[in-house]
């Protein structure tokens, strides 16, 4: 399994990114891929997630309404489109994937692959 992200960045408050995840080397409809991130000094939190076989998908309460997962199987890539930033968004951002069922997505131990993680700083 691989796992490339790229897209972080120096964005102001309110702005928008959005984080790509080039996967491959596995099953794509048997996998899910979570983005978690992680603050200086803070345990690593996941954000959000998708099931690639049926697109199911869920985030934490706080990024509700401003991000949105999604993903390209003819470009082996999932996306996290990131909007009206906020600086308790920055964090250093990664995507995992493995075989997971979604009530246990957010636990960073059910998934066996990781990316190197991208940053993304959010300024006033």
């Known amino acids: 399994v691989q796992l490339v992200e790229s897209g972080g960045g120096l964005v102001q408050a309110g702005g928008s990114l959005r984080l790509s995840c080039a996967a491959s080397?596995?099953?794509?409809?048997?996998?899910?891929i979570a983005w978690f991130r992680q603050a200086p000094g803070k345990q690593r939190e996941g954000v959000s997630f998708?099931?690639?076989?049926?697109?199911?998908?869920d985030y934490i309460d706080s990024v509700k309404g401003r991000f949105t997962i999604s993903s390209d199987r003819a470009k082996n890539t999932v996306y996290l489109q990131m909007d009206n930033l906020k600086p308790e968004d920055t964090a250093v951002y990664y995507c995992?994937?493995?075989?997971?069922?979604?009530?246990?997505?957010?636990?960073?131990?059910?998934?066996?692959?990781w990316g190197q993680g991208t940053q993304v700083t959010v300024s006033l």
């Open positions: 998708i099931t690639l076989g049926d697109g199911t998908t």
């Open positions: 995992a994937a493995d075989v997971v069922i979604p009530t246990t997505w957010r636990n960073p131990r059910v998934y066996d692959d």
């Open positions: 080397g596995f099953p794509w409809n048997d996998y899910a």
